[in-house]
Every structure is written in C-alpha cells, then in structure tokens.
T-cell receptor
C-alpha cells in the first residue's frame, strides 16, 4: 500500500527565514510525485510534478527535489503570502492506476 | 475562467436527505477525479472517470455515493441518505493525459446537521 508521510505537521517561520518541508513516501514504482499548495477553504493549487530521483523544479521562492525515498520542498526567504498548507502526493506505476495518495500536509505560517 | 468549477460551494442539509454536487472540468482534460477532505487531512480518493467511463472507485466508498459523467463532460456526485460523517469538503479535479498535472476546483463544503 502506498504511503506518504509529511513533516513537520506545522512550521512557523519569520519572514526571510529559509526552511524545508519533507515528504517521505513508500510506493511500488513511482509514476510521479506532486506538490500542492492549499489555502484555507480552497482547493489545492498545483505546484510541481517530479518523476525521478535527482530531479529538481523551481517556482519563485519554492524548489522541489526528489530522491528514491523522499522529496523536499525548499522555501527560500519566505514571505507572509507563502503561508498555506503544502500537500505532497504520489502516484504509483502499479497496474496502470492513476490514483494519487496524499499526505496530511504541512501547515506553514510565515510571520512578518 | 478556464479552470475547474464546482457547484454549489456550500451545502447544508439535514441527516437523511440526498445531495448532488456538480463539477465542470477543464474542457480538454479527459480524466476527472472526486476526493473528500476533512480538517487536517489530505484529499482522500473517491472515484475517477476517463472520459465517460468510471474506471475506479475507492473500496471505502459507501453504496450511498454515486457518480456520473455523461458524455465525458461535467460530472455529478450524489450522496443519498446523508449522515453526519459525510460532512467534509468534496473536491473535484481534472487531469490531462498529456501532462501529468492535476488541477482542483474550489470544492463544495457539505455540512450535515
């Protein structure tokens, strides 16, 4: 069974204080690993898809990296508007299934 | 706006009533997913369609839940005889086979009294 564990559950940062969020996963063959941002009361917003170990993608202050067991979402010099819950999900190759499994998310608060 | 839309955004109902939600995906996306999300949890898969065919349903999905996607366009999710445990955010997402990216709608917040 596919498993996704995100840590920490919650993270408080000062504006400009860089940090990383972790997503550990267990999957029988990775088709893709996804990062989303979710604001309260809204649907998740797509950020990145990563496919293979060593891959990196960047968007503004965010950079996602992938190894065979985990992914990191690095936030460089965060601003208060980066406050949100960040969700990680994995999609397995097994059986041609296209069903992603989500973690519980990391709630990020950036203080001005 | 060419994103995923959902209607209604909020629904309050009494236990035992039936409710129906609608999702309009991004027009060129052939896969459509329904999820349920409760506070502090990630989205939980319910079912998905490729065009008009319903390909998979969660083993946890009660028989009270049914979904349709006529003609491979919009989709509806119906919950019969609602229970208080059905209270959650119901999310719809569409996915194109060309790019492995999934886009979510704003969700429908269901409250069962």
């Amino acid at each position: 069974e596919d498993q996704v564990t995100q840590s920490p559950e919650a993270l408080r940062l000062q504006e400009g204080e860089s940090s990383s969020l972790n997503c550990s996963y267990t999957v029988s063959g990775l088709r893709g690993l996804f990062w989303y941002r979710q604001d309260p009361g809204k649907g998740p917003e797509f950020l990145f898809t990563l496919y293979s170990a060593g891959e990196e993608k960047e968007k503004e202050r965010l950079k996602a990296t992938l190894t065979k067991k985990e992914s990191f979402l690095h936030i460089t010099a965060p601003k208060p508007e980066d406050s949100a819950t960040y969700l990680c999900a994995v999609q397995a190759n097994e059986g041609g299934s296209y069903i992603p499994t989500f973690g519980r998310g990391t709630s990020l608060i950036v203080h001005p | 706006d060419t994103g995923v839309s959902q209607d209604p955004r909020h629904k309050i109902t009494k236990r035992g009533q039936n409710v129906t939600f609608r999702c309009d995906p991004i027009s060129e996306h052939n896969r459509l997913y329904w999820y349920r999300q409760t506070l502090g949890q990630g989205p939980e898969f319910l079912t998905y369609f490729q065009n008009e065919a319903q390909l998979e349903k969660s083993r946890l999905l009660s028989d009270r839940f049914s979904a349709e996607r006529p003609k491979g366009s919009f989709s509806t999710l119906e919950i019969q005889r609602t229970e208080q445990g059905d209270s959650a955010m119901y999310l719809c997402a569409s996915w194109t086979s060309g790019y492995n990216e999934q886009f979510f709608g704003p969700g429908t917040r269901l409250t069962v009294l």
